[in-house]
């Protein structure tokens, strides 16, 4: 019973990990290409509501986005009312909020790829007649590849150790929003060490898989920067 | 005919200038333009190609207005059928140096980026990344690519500073023959007057 439960944890840690960095990425390569070559002078007040979760304390972003979930107030109740959507303790609940925690994670590698590459290439791109979505997708996204990466892998790794947010979020449901950091505080408040330590054991190893990645990526030239 | 009206405001480490230029071009000319470092012979290609947006700027080509700034028209990059071969020549990283050259091209046509790698010596390196060459073969590469291009307006800014005498001479005879065949009017940045001084039908000074 407890080996399926544990399963049923894991699963459900990396399905909520992979939906994030999955939407993230597909939010993530617009928004960071906007706040690289836009000049619109108020940018860096989306720049800094977007790095706001590396400073909040989840806690205080999960009690908000609670109350803005909850169907005694306005947004959650337009939810369940006419669209049958119930965020607070459920799983789509716990995406949409590590979709906002983890946005950080999965934009700076991207800015910082956009902004790192040299310029001229795009301009390239244009003198040829080549649109600005062509030019996104054959010329500049293959160029920051190893931002790509690393960007994905800090997502991908910091959602599976997302706590706090979850927690507020989705509080402690098997099967609907308890996934593995979770599950280890509720094995501690039990005092069951023995399956703490697996979920530890596994999110330890799987952290060190991810930054290992990058790492590893990131020794290898450099091959935008020459000329 | 390509009339040209610019006066844009440049920023330099001795002050702030003004970019000026005021001139009616022939089609299928070969213009050499000349002028001092940091004069803005750089810039000036860049607004030409809509890659900056001048202060003032008026660009017609034959009945095409490319830029207004007086009645707000300007036409982006992609629209203005002018190629640029950029001074450190942005190649793509991520492209062969064969894809490089395909890229560049409106009309894929297979055999004229084959014609351009035989023409400019880069048949052995096709396969091989920008990255991997000398500087010399990255500016033949990049020369190359512009050519494929097919553009009516030909933008070449320090097109033989890294290549030796004799690929200069194989590098000129393409030009000239691409100015011959297909009626672009190019436009080359130099700082060897001699260089050009018998193949130029237009000389360009910007002070």
């Given at each position: ?6 399963i ?9 990990a992979?939906?994030?960095t ?16 836009s000049?619109?002078?108020l940018?860096f ?10 400073v ?6 999960g009690y ?13 109740n ?6 049958d ?30 902004s ?12 040829m ?24 892998a800090?997502?991908f ?8 947010i ?5 509080g402690?449901?098997?099967?609907e ?5 979770v ?8 005092l069951?060490?023995?399956?703490a ?31 | 005919?390509?009339e040209?009206?610019?006066r ?21 000319s ?9 004069i ?11 890659l ?24 982006p ?5 002018i ?23 409106t009309e ?22 920008p990255?991997?060459l ?5 500016q033949?590469?990049a ?18 500073s890294?290549?030796d ?12 023959e691409?100015?011959k ?21 237009y000389?360009l000074?910007?002070?």
């Amino acid at each position: 019973m407890l080996d399926q439960d544990f399963i049923y944890t894991l699963l459900l840690t990396g399905k909520l990990a992979l939906i994030t960095t999955v939407i993230l990425i597909l939010i993530g390569i617009p928004v960071a290409y906007w706040l690289s070559y836009s000049r619109f002078k108020l940018k860096f007040i989306t720049e800094t509501l977007i790095s706001m979760p590396m400073v909040l304390p989840p806690t205080v972003m999960g009690y908000y986005l609670l109350v803005a979930f909850s169907p005694e107030n306005a947004f959650g109740n337009f939810l369940q009312k006419y669209c049958d959507v119930r965020l607070a303790f459920s799983f789509q609940g716990i995406v949409i909020a590590s979709i906002i925690a983890n946005l950080p994670f999965m934009i700076q590698p991207l800015q910082n790829g956009f902004s790192a590459l040299n310029d001229d290439l795009r301009q390239a791109s244009y003198t040829m007649g080549k649109s600005k979505i062509v030019t996104l997708f054959k010329v500049l996204i293959p160029n920051i590849k190893k931002s790509v990466i690393t960007g994905v892998a800090l997502t991908f790794a910091h959602c599976i150790g997302e706590f706090g947010i979850v927690i507020m979020v989705g509080g402690n449901i098997p099967k609907e929003t308890r996934i593995a950091s979770v599950a280890i505080y509720d094995q501690v408040q039990a005092l069951n060490f023995e399956a703490a330590n697996r979920y530890a054991f596994v999110l330890f190893i799987l952290s060190f898989l991810i930054l290992l990645l990058i790492y590893s990526i990131n020794r290898k030239t450099n091959f935008t920067t020459f000329r | 005919m390509i009339e040209i009206q610019i006066r844009h405001q440049i920023f330099t480490s001795s002050g702030n200038k003004f970019l000026e230029v005021n001139e009616r071009i022939s089609e299928g000319s070969f213009v050499h333009v000349s002028g001092d470092s940091g004069i803005g012979k750089t810039t000036f290609f860049k607004i030409l190609s809509g890659l900056i947006d001048p202060d003032f700027g008026f660009i017609k080509l034959n009945d095409k207005i490319l830029l207004d700034t007086a009645n707000k028209i300007f036409l982006p990059p992609q629209k203005r059928n002018i190629s640029l071969m950029f001074q450190n020549y942005a190649l793509f990283p991520n492209m062969t140096v064969k894809q490089n050259i395909a890229f560049a091209q409106t009309e894929k046509d297979e055999n004229i980026v084959d014609e351009l790698l035989e023409n400019f010596a880069l048949k052995t390196f096709e396969n091989t990344s920008p990255s991997k060459l000398s500087g010399g073969q990255q500016q033949r590469v990049a020369l190359a690519r512009t050519l494929a291009q097919n553009a009516e307006i030909v933008l070449l800014d320090e097109p033989f500073s890294a290549v030796d005498i004799a690929m200069r001479k194989v590098m000129l005879n393409e030009l000239l023959e691409f100015n011959k065949n297909n009626n672009s009017t190019l436009f080359v940045i130099s700082h060897s007057e001699e260089e050009f001084e018998s193949f130029s039908t237009y000389s360009l000074n910007i002070i």
